[in-house]
């Protein structure tokens, strides 16, 4: 795919300045010509895979309901206000894949996945709010958006979906394939199909401090070093036998005050704990893995390349990749930062590869994490 310019007229660095996190941008004719990388056969057919996390949502008399794939059967497209979503489809389609790949101009740590949204005359989730950002590319047909920076963020109590309460619109535009639309977190929108569309969702990984933590602490278990056993061998007779003397929980706090932790240890759980596959991602090993000589040789010729399913991380010495982390070298992180960055590694660049890099390379082609080219 070549490169496109997404943003209209204005600069990533101009589009981080001036909307990231602060308002919304409509761009009209992102991507001109733009046609839908899946039909709409494909989108059925993925959504009722095990594998493949999707929803349908349908309103009938003003009644929301949701039922979570895989998906058998779905309504006929002659029915109206019912829409299908489809998570993760650059898992498994190249094509969209590549157009995830187009918002590199952030961080792989941030980006997440492509959603395909395919609904039928009047389709819709209701106006809700999203927690982190997301651009909405519409691929097919017109999807009418209204959006509101309110600060009433309620939901109606009940129902299967996040539904704002009090949705009241400041802004609306009608979007046709290859419009763009930029949302901040927490930016109140609806968006309504006008006859049938499918929408592209690119949205973006934002974790909570709290589940953050939660992981950190899980890690740091692992690693933690506190050798003794607790001792109290000047102990007093105990007054009040029930209640927890102030000398014990003193012992015991300095123990745990040495448990420690510094930006090394951050930087290993954080790269680990971004790159790790999500739940339903599972790697297809090659059907016939090659030797270790003849994968050499092609990849010599050839090249290699990430799979779609893997994400490699990699900050200072450290590169990560689904979920592990090695230390390398100066001259072997070199290579690597190659495939993390372009995520294709040509002949050239793996020639300077050590020996430690290509038997990692060929574990990682055996496991299904990369392909020849």
């Not at 979570?68 to 650059?90: D, K, S």
């Amino acid at each position: 795919m070549k490169k496109l310019q997404l943003l209209g007229n204005i600069t990533p660095a101009q589009f981080l300045r001036d909307y990231w996190h602060k308002k919304p941008l409509l761009i009209k004719g992102a991507i001109p010509g733009f046609k839908p990388l899946l039909t709409l056969d494909q989108l059925l057919d993925a959504a009722a895979k095990n594998h493949v996390e999707s929803r349908l949502v349908t309103q009938v008399d003003g009644q929301w309901d949701m039922r979570h794939g895989p998906l058998a059967e779905l309504p006929p497209r002659t029915q109206r206000e019912w829409t299908l979503l489809v998570q993760g489809v650059n898992l498994f389609d190249e094509r969209a894949d590549a157009l995830l790949r187009e918002f590199r101009f952030l961080p792989d740590a941030r980006l997440d996945d492509l959603m395909v949204s395919y609904a039928t005359d009047g389709g819709g989730v209701g106006p809700h709010f999203d927690s982190y950002d997301v651009f909405l590319l519409q691929a097919q047909g017109k999807r009418r958006w209204k959006i509101s920076a309110q600060q009433d963020l309620s939901l109606v109590e009940g129902l299967p979906l996040k539904i704002l309460s009090n949705f009241v619109a400041e802004e609306e535009f009608v979007l046709e394939a290859g419009d763009m639309l930029y949302l901040p977190p927490q930016y109140a929108h609806d968006g309504v199909a006008e006859g049938e569309c499918m929408t592209y969702s690119i949205g973006f990984r934002s974790p909570s401090y709290q589940e953050l933590g939660e992981a950190f602490l899980q890690f740091m278990a692992d690693s933690i070093d506190l050798p003794g056993r607790y001792a109290d061998p000047d102990l007093q007779p105990a007054k009040n036998p029930a209640e927890i003397p102030r000398e014990m929980l003193a012992n015991i706090t300095e123990e745990l005050n040495k448990v420690r932790f510094d930006e090394e240890d951050v930087t290993i759980f954080f790269g680990e704990y971004m790159s790790e596959p999500k739940h339903n991602v599972f790697f297809t090993p090659p059907a016939k893995p090659l030797t270790v000589g003849r994968f050499m040789e092609a990849a010599a010729k050839r090249g290699l390349k990430l799979s779609p399913k893997s994400l490699m991380l990699y900050r200072g010495k450290h590169v990560f990749i689904n979920g592990e982390s090695f230390a390398v070298s100066r001259a072997d992180k070199v290579v690597l930062d190659v495939l993390a960055n372009e995520r294709r590694l040509d002949g050239a660049t793996l020639a300077k590869a050590s020996d430690d890099v290509l038997e990692a390379l060929y574990t990682w082609y055996a496991d299904g994490w990369i392909e020849l080219a």
